[in-house]
């Protein structure tokens, strides 16, 4: 029989209870990196990527709606129609100063602040408003409305509509021709409708004055 020997324990040393297990060790989580609580600040990744998509959709609806036409494209035909000298192009408020020739609409000189917006019209436009529409590289269709048939109307319409960021129609009861086509600087009458030589004067003439490309008006009432 082996003698027992009696295990002592050193001094100071922690005695274990029976059946008593040693205490885990405790994790320490890494901190953050700064750019996590950066991330972490917006509301985490799926926040940020659902503010991006929403921004995205919104530059596609914006990028969508602009004009079909475009500044790039610009003529360098010999420009259409009969050259008429204009006064400065001042900014004004009082109507009597916008400068209208007897049976044409104006092409250029004074004019309001306020352009006249692209599209088609049922009623006369101001002559101010839109002079400055013509300064910003607009294409300016008007007719007289005791003198054009609704069939020539209708095809005015459908032309200035496959030009929409770069035309007004309108009807001017003051014009002398059937229909007069009007750039800065540029005027062109019809007795008949041509729509060969409408859509050409549009293509040649359009933004080849002053101010080219200028499109950021909303409709005026």
Not at 20 to 34: C, F, L, N
Request: glycine share 8%; charged share 15%; aromatic share 4%.
């Amino acid at each position: 029989m082996r003698p027992t020997r009696n295990r002592t324990t050193a001094p100071g040393s922690p005695v274990e209870a029976p059946g008593a297990t040693a205490p885990r060790p405790v994790a320490v989580r890494a901190p953050k990196p700064a750019w996590r609580e950066t991330v972490d600040s917006f509301g985490g990744f799926w926040t940020i990527a659902i503010i991006l998509a929403a921004v995205l959709i919104v530059v596609a609806l914006v990028v969508a709606s602009q004009p079909k036409n475009s500044i790039a494209r610009i003529s360098t035909d010999a420009l259409m129609g009969e050259t008429v000298t204009n006064s400065p192009a001042n900014h004004i408020t009082d109507p009597a100063l916008v400068e209208i020739p007897k049976g044409n609409p104006p092409v250029g000189g004074p004019h309001f602040p306020v352009p006249q917006a692209t599209g088609v019209y049922s009623g006369a436009v101001p002559d101010g408003n839109t002079i400055h529409s013509l300064e910003h590289g607009i294409i300016w269709l008007s007719y007289n409305p005791q003198k054009a048939d609704a069939s020539t109307i209708s095809k005015l319409a459908s032309i200035a509509k496959s030009y929409s960021g770069d035309t007004i129609l309108s009807p001017r009861p003051d014009n002398t021709s059937t229909i007069t086509l009007a750039s800065w600087g540029r005027l062109l009458q019809m007795d008949q409708l041509n729509e060969g030589t409408v859509k050409q004067f549009i293509e040649t003439n359009r933004n080849r004055s002053p101010e080219p490309g200028v499109r950021d008006v909303a409709p005026m009432p």
